[in-house]
């Protein structure tokens, strides 16, 4: 792999199709998935978009309850994999490289009542690409996404590339997260963001509100999040997809550290 393969933002599309080709499965944390239920209620007419989907289980997660989704990734392994785990009503795959090409027709500002993007934030440009998002998505939409954050998880702002033989040599390049100083930026200009502690380092991140002024009396901020306790909504949560049978774990949310609004 030469220097001029390994954009900044993250790896080739050759990279991520002999990463894909490797059968490394994607995992969900069972209280991200009950958070998610809890704090977006998914339901049947939302129109939704996920980025940097890749096999595309969370796709068909969110297509399992309803929403109407198509799932965007540059790695044509991976959608090739996503198309092969069978079709659903409602359930889209495309190929577009996120950062270097044009915004597809089909992202119409103001249509959207939902984006996500599970760990592909790192590799996207964030402050640019949630412009776009802001403005794709409804006055009453909602961004989610999962990453990681901490130095510890060979985050943007440490790591360093490390190329040999045309191959990738450090398998971190795969798992990049952000700089807890680059993740305090991520939300500025929504007017609610909310963000979540999961295990291993991984947070979730809600925003909306986008371009409109700060809440007055913020109903979101930072919680840390553990599994095995009763939700806090007291409905019942169509099962995941991808889990084990009877798998009950809820999340309970408690607060950590107030964070309010970003301005």
């Not at 007291?234 to 970003?262: I, K």
Request: aromatic residues 8%; hydrophobic residues 40%.
């Amino acid at each position: 792999m030469t220097a001029t393969i390994l954009r900044s933002q993250g790896l080739s599309a050759a990279d991520w199709n002999r990463w894909t080709a490797g059968g490394r499965p994607a995992v969900f944390n069972p209280a991200e998935t009950e958070l998610f239920q809890q704090a977006v209620v998914p339901r049947p007419g939302m129109n939704a978009v996920d980025l940097a989907c890749g096999t595309g289980r969370w796709t068909r997660q969110l297509a399992s309850w309803g929403v109407a989704v198509t799932g965007y990734d540059y790695s044509d392994e991976a959608l090739r994999q996503a198309e092969a785990a069978g079709p659903r009503e409602g359930l889209s795959y495309a190929l577009w490289d996120i950062v270097a090409d044009p915004i597809p027709p089909h992202l119409v500002p103001g249509t959207f009542d939902l984006v996500t993007c599970r760990h592909g934030l790192p590799y996207l440009e964030p402050g640019r690409l949630l412009t776009d998002v802001g403005r794709w998505l409804k006055p009453d939409g909602v961004f989610f996404a999962l990453l990681r954050v901490g130095e510890a998880t060979g985050s943007r702002s440490t790591q360093r590339w490390q190329v040999h033989n045309s191959e990738v040599s450090d398998e971190a390049l795969f798992h990049l997260g952000l700089s807890e100083a680059a993740f305090s930026t991520i939300g500025a200009g929504w007017a609610r963001r909310e963000v979540h502690h999961l295990d291993r380092g991984l947070r979730t991140i809600l925003l909306s509100g986008y371009g409109s002024p700060p809440d007055p009396a913020p109903a979101l901020g930072d919680y840390r999040v553990s599994a095995g306790f009763a939700a806090t909504r007291p409905r019942a949560a169509p099962p995941a997809l991808d889990q084990p049978p009877g798998h009950r774990a809820r999340p309970q949310r408690t607060p950590a550290v107030q964070t309010g609004l970003l301005r």
